[in-house]
C-alpha cells in the first residue's frame, strides 16, 4: 500500500493464456503507476501466461502441483516463492486451482481475484455459459478479495456487459474480457493508493488523498 511510496509488489497466479495477466503488464508500463508484477507463477507448465511474463522480463515461474504430496504442502510453496519475491498483493487471473487456508490466511485481505461475472451470480467454471444458459440479460465482470470460498470474497468492482440475443459463449465472453482488462489495473491501482477498506463484506473505497 503506497501512498507515494514504493510501488506495491504484485505476484500474479495464472494457469492459462494470461490476457489479464497482459492488462496488468501493460497498465504497470505507466511510471505512475503504483505497482509492479514481481513474479507469475503458474500450475502448467505451458500456461501463455509464463511466456507473457518471460518476455517483460518478469521472473515465471512454473509449480507442478505432481511434486507436492498434498494441497497444503503445494500451497506453501507457493507462498515460500511470494514471499521470496517480497510480493505485497497475489492476483489471480484465471488460476485454476482453489486456495487452501494456509495461503488465503498467510496473504489475507491482500488477495485478489477476477471472475467473467456479476458475483454472486454464477460462480464457479464456465460462468459466460451459465449466464447464456439462465437467459440473464446482463452479465459482467467482477474482483473480488480472496477468501476460502469458491468466488465468494468480498466484492471490489463490477462492470455489467449486455447480453446480446445472437450472442454464443464465445461472443459474450470476448465482451466480457474487454471490461476484465480495464477493471483488474483499476482495482489493483486502488488497492495500491490503499484506498480500499474491507468492511465485513463491503468493500469501500475511499476517496483519492
Ligand atoms: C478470465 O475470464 C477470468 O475472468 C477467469 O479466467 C479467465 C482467464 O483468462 N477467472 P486469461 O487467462 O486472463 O486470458
Redesign the pocket.
Known amino acids: 500500500m503506497t501512498r507515494g511510496g514504493p510501488p506495491v509488489r504484485v505476484g500474479v497466479l ?10 496488468i503488464l501493460d497498465a504497470t508500463r505507466d511510471p505512475d503507476f503504483p505497482a509492479r508484477v514481481v513474479v507469475v507463477i503458474s500450475d502448467r507448465e505451458e500456461a ?2 509464463l511466456e507473457r511474463a518471460a518476455a517483460r522480463g518478469v521472473p515465471a515461474v512454473h509449480l507442478n502441483s505432481k511434486d507436492y504430496a498434498d494441497r497444503d504442502r503445494y500451497d506453501r510453496a507457493i507462498v515460500g516463492v511470494l514471499a521470496e519475491h517480497r510480493v505485497d498483493l497475489v492476483c ?5 486451482r482453489i486456495l487452501g487456508p494456509g495461503l488465503v490466511h498467510a496473504f489475507a485481505g491482500r488477495i485478489m ?4 461475472a456479476l458475483l454472486p451470480a454464477f460462480p464457479g467454471l464456465a ?2 455459459r451459465q449466464a447464456l444458459e439462465y437467459g440473464v440479460k446482463i452479465t459482467g ?1 467482477t474482483v473480488h478479495f480472496v477468501d476460502e470460498g469458491v468466488d465468494t470474497g468480498p466484492i471490489i468492482l463490477q462492470a455489467g456487459v449486455p447480453v446480446r440475443p445472437e450472442d454464443t459463449e464465445e461472443t459474450l ?1 470476448e465482451r ?2 474487454v471490461e ?1 482488462h480495464s477493471l483488474y489495473p483499476r482495482a489493483i491501482r486502488l488497492f495500491a493508493e490503499g484506498r480500499l477498506r474491507i468492511a465485513g463484506r463491503r468493500v469501500l473505497v475511499e476517496a483519492t488523498p
Open positions: 495464472a494457469s492459462g493464456r494470461g490476457s489479464n495477466l497482459q492488462a501463455r501466461a489471480l487471473a484465471g488460476f485454476m481475484n477476477i471472475h467473467p460462468a459466460q465482470a465472453s466480457i474480457l476484465e
